[in-house]
């Protein structure tokens, strides 16, 4: 079975500066996706950033990049100039690829950050 | 507005009673799915259908019971209600395909008495 850890449980970041969020998991499958999900108070679960396995290009989304190590399992998030809007709890997130594969998402304990002035 | 919508948002009822939680997308989704996030925030998956057929049932409890009258909707009936079934339920959806992500609703808080 597929696990996915977030080894930080609490993160603190100063606003503008920048804080990386880790994430290992442990797969057998070599086609599969990762994804960063962000939970802000009001519940919400709001997709950050995605990557495809295939890809060794790391992906980005203005101020979010994912650092993604394949062989060592490792897909952290980077988040430069920190806003006091980026305060959540960030998941990690594990899908198989494959078509026709049931694609449940496997997420990480979560990892709350908080920004500071 | 294109979204995943849940109802109701919060609910607070009593151990023993029967309660549904309705979702539904206008996303043109073919899939969809419950998940449950516990007391320490930790997401599960329960339940997910595709073309209204269930494709994952995660050993949850048979007192859950997912329902989907078409692939626009998937609501979520919980018999004989007990304590440990205080948590945030998530619907999501997602349109089959490769790297397609899950969009989620806003949770239904529920809370047994």
């Known amino acids: 079975a597929q696990t996915v850890t977030q080894s930080q449980p609490e993160m603190s970041v100063q606003e503008a500066e920048t804080v990386t969020l880790s994430c290992t998991y442990d797969?057998?499958?070599?086609?599969?996706?990762l994804f960063w999900y962000k939970q802000p108070p009001s519940r919400q679960m709001i997709l950050v950033i995605r990557?495809?396995?295939?890809?060794?290009q790391n992906a980005t989304e203005n101020r979010f990049s994912v650092n993604f190590q394949k062989a060592a399992k490792s897909f952290s998030l980077k988040i430069s100039d920190s806003q006091l809007g980026d305060a959540a709890m960030y998941f990690c997130?594990?899908?198989?690829?494959?078509?026709?594969?049931?694609?449940?998402?496997?997420f990480g304990t979560g990892t709350r950050l908080q920004v500071t002035l | 507005d294109t979204a995943v919508s849940q109802t109701p948002k919060y609910l607070v009822t009593q151990m023993g009673n029967d309660k549904s939680i309705k979702c539904e997308q206008n996303l043109g989704h073919d899939t969809m799915y419950w998940y449950k996030q516990d007391s320490k925030k930790f997401l599960k998956i329960m339940f997910s259908y595709n073309n209204k057929e269930l494709i994952i049932n995660e050993t949850v409890p048979n007192r859950f019971s997912p329902k989907s009258p078409d692939k626009a909707h998937l609501n979520l009936h919980i018999n004989s209600l007990e304590l440990g079934d205080s948590a945030v339920y998530f619907c999501?959806?997602?349109?089959?395909?490769?790297?397609?992500?899950?969009?989620f609703g806003d949770g239904t808080r529920l809370s047994i008495l």
């Open positions: 999501a959806s997602s349109q089959t395909g490769l790297n397609q992500p899950q969009h």
């Open positions: 797969t057998s499958e070599s086609d599969y996706y």
């Open positions: 990557q495809e396995a295939y890809k060794q």
């Open positions: 997130a594990y899908r198989r690829g494959g078509a026709g594969t049931a694609s449940k998402l496997t």
